[in-house]
């Protein structure tokens, strides 16, 4: 039972890290906050959550040329289904 919590909580781990960097950096501990997003970076080389992004907005890290296509697809696939519905369409 424990090895299965600690492989869900592996794959999720970017996840986690990310909503923890955030969350840190709103209360204002950007060392914590950076430490965390760059965990997250380490753990999602595709940059599934935009950590890369918020690094950069933390001036932890260099603006990236670009986001990630692993960003912008999540970010699509989370948004897309209202796109259709917004008012005024």
């Given amino acids: 039972m424990r090895s299965r919590r600690m492989r869900s909580t ?3 781990g970017p996840a986690i890290r990310y909503a923890l960097g955030i969350a840190l950096a709103r209360c204002g501990f950007r060392d914590a906050a950076g430490a965390r997003l760059r965990q ?4 999602d080389p595709h940059d ?5 992004l918020a690094l950069a ?3 932890e890290a ?9 960003f912008i697809e999540r970010l699509y696939a989370m948004s897309a289904d ?3 519905s917004a008012a005024g369409f």
Avoid at 40 to 43: A, L
Avoid at 62 to 70: G, L, T
Wanted: hydrophobic residues 30%.
């Fill in 48 to 52: 599934r959550y935009g950590a890369r």
């Fill in 40 to 43: 997250c970076v380490e753990g």
């Fill in 62 to 70: 260099p603006v990236p040329k670009r986001a990630s296509d692993a």
């Fill in 82 to 84: 209202r796109w259709d």
């Fill in 10 to 12: 592996c794959r999720r």
């Fill in 57 to 59: 907005a933390l001036d």
